[in-house]
């Protein structure tokens, strides 16, 4: 008798240990960054921590960084940082991003932007305009491979390990 209550003892342990893993990995993860895209707020090989539940809990923000799957990629998990949002108008000339015609403070860029074509989009609803804070080696939403984010594709809100 005594074995047959090791074996469901042990049975009951590892189905709970399963459950709890399977409900924590719904609504975190744990991932290494890839590239350079984010230098210097993210450096290659760098554990990151996503919290794949929370744009239930609220708006996305400005400056939010996110991971996705872009459409055109879709095997490919990006990292880029939340520029603009729904309805607002981008403005990019002579390195500088605008926002609804204002200049966007950016403190954690390293270098600026080296001059570019100059852009003009309106963010559509559900989807965010993203760049990497790398701007100069960057694949994010002002090349058309990328374009607007839908928020449904977002896979979570990326935090860094200390």
Same mark, same amino acid.
């Given at each position: 008798m005594s074995r047959k209550k090791d074996f469901l003892s042990t049975a009951i342990e590892i189905g709970a240990?399963?459950?709890? %893993? *399977? +409900?924590?990995?719904k609504y975190f =993860? !744990?991932?290494? +960054?890839?590239?350079?895209?984010?230098?210097?707020t993210f450096k290659h090989n760098q554990p990151i921590f996503l919290d794949c539940k929370c744009y239930r809990? =609220?708006?996305?923000?400005?400056?939010?960084?996110?991971?996705?799957k872009c459409t055109t990629h879709k095997r490919k998990i990006y990292l880029k940082r939340v520029i603009g949002l729904p309805s607002e108008k981008i403005h990019i000339e002579e390195g500088n991003v *605008?926002?609804?015609?204002?200049?966007l403070n950016e403190p954690y860029l390293k270098e600026p932007m080296k001059k570019s074509p100059k852009m003009e989009i309106t963010v559509e609803a559900e989807t965010l305009f993203v760049m990497g804070d790398n701007r100069n080696n960057s694949l994010d939403s002002r090349r058309?491979?990328? %374009?607007?984010?839908?928020?449904?594709? !977002? !896979?979570g809100v990326v935090k860094?390990?200390?």
């Open positions: 240990f399963l459950f709890i %893993g *399977y +409900t924590i990995s =993860r !744990i991932g290494l +960054t890839r590239g350079s895209s984010m230098l210097p809990r =609220r708006k996305p923000r400005r400056h939010d960084v996110i991971a996705f *605008y926002i609804n015609d204002q200049i058309e491979a990328i %374009g607007l984010i839908p928020i449904k594709d !977002i !896979i860094q390990c200390k």
